[in-house]
T-cell receptor
Framework: DQQVKQNSPSLSVQEGRISILNCDYTNSMFDYFLWYKKYPAEGPTFLISISSIKDKNEDGRFTVFLNKSAKHLSLHIVPSQPGDSAVYFCAASSDGGSQGNLIFGKGTKLSVKP | GAVVSQHPSWVICKSGTSVKIECRSLDFQATTMFWYRQFPKQSLMLMATSNEGSKATYEQGVEKDKFLINHASLTLSTLTVTSAHPEDSSFYIC???????????FGPGTRLTVT
């Protein structure tokens, strides 16, 4: 049973507009959430994270929102750029994001069109 | 920034042979490294946690005798796929732990194809 779900396998957005990537989780023990970006044939790169004690974290064009009651988080990218085109993975951990097991979603492929 | 490298980046081997994949942390010491596997259109699945100087901890369903992990130094962990079969063909990615709350540094991955 998937503990981290990304229900949209793909998303297409026009350059300059907002991209919203969604992620749902089932395990209430998760206390840290991360977003990774991955290009083909490369390893994931860390993008942004959020602790369960917060509901928002912002870093430049990237903002992650966490709704604990709904067990839902989202990544907003604004404005979207063609270079943002990649697969985005949501991940969760139950150890404060320190060392342990990261549970990944299946990813959402974002295409930003010029 | 910190970099994790993997070697080789891709490898093709014959069924029944063994393949070794190296994971190195280039500018930091990693007491803990992780090995993941990703099948097409699937999520990254943790295979094992590799701790320097001790035995690896394997996730349920991962055969420790088939996927041998050695973490002999603070900058190197190796994964050896023994007696590889076509179903072992996958993308293998390692990562190293970062300070608490900062996720993990991932290597670029190794594409293994077993013919």
């Amino acid at each position: 049973d998937q503990q981290v779900k990304q229900n949209s396998p793909s998303l297409s957005v026009q350059e300059g507009r907002i991209s919203i990537l969604n992620c749902d989780y089932t395990n209430s023990m998760f206390d840290y959430f991360l977003w990774y970006k991955k290009y083909p044939a490369e390893g994931p790169t860390f993008l942004i994270s959020i602790s369960s004690i917060k509901d928002k974290n912002e870093d430049g064009r990237f903002t992650v929102f966490l709704n604990k009651s709904a067990k839902h988080l989202s990544l907003h990218i604004v404005p979207s750029q063609p270079g943002d085109s990649a697969v985005y993975f949501c991940a969760a951990s139950s150890d404060g994001g320190s060392q342990g097991n990261l549970i990944f979603g299946k990813g959402t492929k974002l295409s930003v069109k010029p | 920034g910190a970099v994790v490298s993997q070697h080789p980046s891709w490898v093709i081997c014959k069924s029944g042979t063994s393949v070794k994949i190296e994971c190195r942390s280039l500018d930091f010491q990693a007491t803990t490294m992780f090995w993941y596997r990703q099948f097409p259109k699937q999520s990254l699945m943790l295979m094992a946690t590799s701790n320097e100087g001790s035995k690896a901890t394997y996730e349920q369903g991962v055969e420790k005798d088939k996927f041998l992990i050695n973490h002999a130094s603070l900058t190197l962990s190796t994964l050896t796929v023994t007696s590889a079969h076509p179903e072992d063909s996958s993308f293998y990615i390692c990562s190293a732990s970062r300070p608490p709350g900062a996720g993990q540094y991932f290597g670029p991955g190794t594409r293994l194809t077993v013919t």
